[in-house]
């Protein structure tokens, strides 16, 4: 075993199977890729990588699976079960392309609209890549492992069933029977959201972003049980741990709101992704046999995606290319803190969203609403705009993820039970998703932004989204228009906060400290 001394986990164990895939050019480079992108831009204790994370989602993997050993040898954990559960924590985010959500989040979704790629499935082909180009499938044998099973198992770990699963199929995995179906639940968890990778990156994010982490992963591996459910083996834990849960899930809430979906972070993003695009097509990167890829292609070819990282930044810009010219005044701009301009903030009302397939009309729609009897000196078109639409929740979209978790009592530790959010707090949230849409403009002048400020508050009366917090400072002449926005009733009127605020002096104002 080597030793290694981690910030976050102190000083951890890593079986030497794992070290001789740490030190591979393939795994290496996640050493050069920024684990929260564009945020470290905003959040200068930020600088963390993928490779740090990566140990560690290695690390609590084996914590996990060998703890569930140790309470239940009923469950029949091998040797080898526990090797593969911890190669799958290492490997998950092998697929990062340069500044990790950003390039599959943003880049590859407008470089190659046809494509759908994600960083797991990216994550899969390195790992076989990884495996093939440094000769490891021998070195597994060595350790006990068998190839044509455990590579299969470690695969669908990150990224689920290899193949399309037959339909009514009662198992969709290859690589471990049903009987060992929590195995699958440890580092990606497709049925709530609760494993080791939410649990390394909560603790590593917040202690480098400096925001406090409420949930403490050592009490759920005290508490981590199998019980049977629906005729598969969950990983469930102890009732009275509902609320930690909750928890959990509004740290990663705030974790989003407060630095992940960061505005002048997203930003930052975008103008990167701007820059990308438009250097796309004269970067070249060397893949298997000589062939040239582009930095929207190199994710086709794993031998040109391992050079892919954060680095491609500094190469544009100090690039003396001049087809590059418009991509390195981009990334100049960020150096110099040039950034585009923060117009406003709305969400729609409800139940309502904004589909998918709609994202890319919603520029030219502000550029259009333009209120009539406001004489504006700067002329709005779409491509002035950027509109970034966030959509919120807790790792489900609109489900509460509680729901898809069991819990067992101290008087039956084999029987799983369902606790309704009802049975917890009356404070818990009504709802688990909302949408922000936000709107930037890349001009700067002050002409410019005075003009999308109006044409966005009378965007939002138009389509009946909440009014911007200061729509009432920017655009004094649109917000009187909508009754809504200025009943004292309202929860969007000023006058509401003023009464609710006098109410809560009256309501406290004998509470002895």
Known sequence: MKVINDPIHGHIELHPLLIRIIDTPQFQRLRYIKQLGGSYYIFPGASHNRFEHSLGVGYLAGCLVRALREKQPELQISGRDVLCVQIAGLCHDLGHGPFSHMFDGRFIPLARPNVKWTHEQGSVMMF?????????????????????????????????????PIKDSLWPYKGRPKEKSFLYEIVANKRNGIDVDKWDYFARDCHHLGIQNNFDYQRFLKFARVCEVDNRKRICTRDKEVGNLYDMFHTRNTLHRRAYQHKVGNIIDTMITDAFLKADPYIEITGAEGKKYHISTAIDDMEAFTKLTDNIFLE?????????????????????RDLYKYVGETKPKGKIRIERENYKSLPE????????????????????LIVDVINMDYGMEDKNPIDHVRFYCKSDLSKAVMITKDQVSEFLPERFAEQLIRVYCKKTDADTLFAVKQHFVHWCLIRDFTKPQDGDVVAPLITPRKAEWNN?????????????????LRLFQDDSM
């Open 365 to 384: 729609e502000i550029a259009r609403a333009k209120p009539s009897d406001i004489p504006l000196e700067a002329e709005l078109k779409a491509e002035d």
């Open 128 to 164: 076989e890549h990884l495996v093939n180009s440094n000769g490891l499938k021998a070195v597994m044998e060595q350790y006990g492992l068998i190839p044509e099973e455990d590579i299969c198992f470690i695969k669908e770990q990150i990224t689920g069933p290899l193949e399309t």
């Open 316 to 336: 544009i810009l100090y690039s003396s290319d001049p087809n590059l010219n418009e991509a390195r005044e981009i990334l100049k701009k960020i150096e110099y």
């Open 488 to 504: 004292m009733d309202s929860a969007q009127s000023p006058d509401h906060f003023r009464e609710r605020s006098k109410f809560k």
